[in-house]
């Protein structure tokens, strides 16, 4: 299986900001959506966001207007800008390849005062 290499997480204070990054092959990056899934602690893998490799996007409603997901086609990198975090957003954070049914490894969120 190819890797997903995802970076960025952390811990924040309610209210802060974070931005999640995620590698992908050439390969992959070209040909799939690739979104954002996130897993809180006792709760089901959810889908937060994704892109499509032509830039549409899709949000869950807890992201709209607070979550911005993003592409950059030069380094094979998507990227989760999130705001206004909340301490219902710890979780962690796993880059998803559609396509391929790649995951990353997972990246911890934690917003906390």
Request: charged residues 15%; hydrophobic residues 30%.
């Amino acid at each position: 299986q190819e890797q997903l290499v995802e970076s960025g997480g952390g811990l924040v204070q309610p209210g802060g900001s974070l931005q999640l990054s995620c590698v992908a092959s050439q390969n992959v990056f070209s040909i799939s959506p690739i979104g954002w899934y996130r897993q809180a602690p006792g709760k089901e893998r959810e889908l937060v966001t994704r892109i499509t490799p032509g830039g549409d996007t899709t949000y869950a409603d807890s992201a709209k207007g607070r979550f911005t997901i993003s592409r950059d086609n030069a380094k094979n990198t998507v990227y989760l800008q999130l705001r206004s975090l909340k301490p219902e957003d710890t979780a962690v954070y796993y880059c998803h390849a559609f396509f391929f049914n790649y995951w990353g490894q997972g990246i911890q969120v934690t917003v906390s005062s």
